[in-house]
């Protein structure tokens, strides 16, 4: 090509293009209203409302779907919760209260594993917070009882796994923080002192035996079932014993911040504290951390998006609690840019997929669920994105207020 002509191409080209990379303004309520729309389509699709959403396999664009007894029964309908939350729009009402209904089964059986709390309280638990309908107040005490079968007096703490109690003797792992929250809601409601006592033991047993010296967690602890005494921490979804899993991490951060939150005991916020600061300390560049900060595969090792939409909710919930407005500051900002990062062409998954989020692993060990958008992915993001546009509003509501 004629040089002439080429430096011309060149010259208008550049004249076209912006010399700054527009990025637009961030807004949580922005990104819930396109996540809403998202929601709505694929519940537009949906016809049997006792399966449910679970993953989406890599070069695949649409959910596969799992029975109500899988762990993640419970994700969907609570996006559908938050969906209706944030828009009032009754089609998405519906569509919560038609995949919650097929959820009370698991109350009323005997508790599989912890993963009830999961199950029941992302589902009925944002259906009574948001329509107070006291049929789902009994299912959700129902739960609260179930799930209490499985604490043992003499740990002071819930076995998690009774299905790998061969594997693991009486054992507790850190997921089942988040599962506190069912226990402590049901006590503060008709459910009785010792499902309190039950979750505040458990929440103790594991901040005394999970957490490590540097402030990094045990995926589960096994102790023995008679004497109580902690025998070993082991991972199951991480890549060693001692390193340290994404996920895992951020369900401590925000099961503790919840557990000071519910009872103000300050070392439960002191763990949740140390916990953050460590994840932080070790994150990447990008704010999203990779499926296990110590697979030796780093940088080439897939990501965790799931633990970075934990990640800032448990933040959102740290600055909640904190009385100190620099560590307000702190744990908000960092929230929010994590939020923003998940929001970016790199995670949000756009037309790309059913999904919300891009790039989620979920048990890697295993060789299962290795980024790729998972449910619990865009449960937490969604629940991220309601808790921020709260703080927007609460935020400019302030500023009106001190104008006048
Ligand atoms: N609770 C199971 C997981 O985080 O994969």
Known sequence: MNKFLLLLIIISFAACSPTKKEVPQFSAQKMLDESVLKTKKTLEGLSAKDSFLRNIPENETEWKKVGVHDWCSGFWPGVLWYAYESSNDEVLKEGAEAFTSPIKTIAYNSAQNHDIGFMVYCSYGNGYRITGDEAYKEVLLSAADTLATLYNDKVGSILSWPEKREEYSHNTIIDNMMNLELLFWAAKNGGGQRLYDI???????????????????????????ETGKFLKGYTHQGYADESMWARGQTWGIYGFAMAYRETGKKEFLETSIKLA?????????????????????IPEAPKDASAAAIAACGMLEIANLVKDDQLKEKYTNEAIKFIKILSSEEYYSGAKNQALLLHSTGHYPKNSEIDIPIIYADYYYMEALVRLKKLEEATAAKALAEKK
């Open 199 to 225: 979750a505040t033991s458990h929440a103790e047993v594991t901040m005394k035996n999970l957490v490590r010296p540097d402030n990094s967690l045990y995926h589960l602890g096994s102790f023995d079932e």
């Open 277 to 297: 600061d460590h994840y932080l300390e070790r994150l990447p560049e990008d704010g999203i951390p990779y499926w296990d900060f110590d697979d030796p595969k």
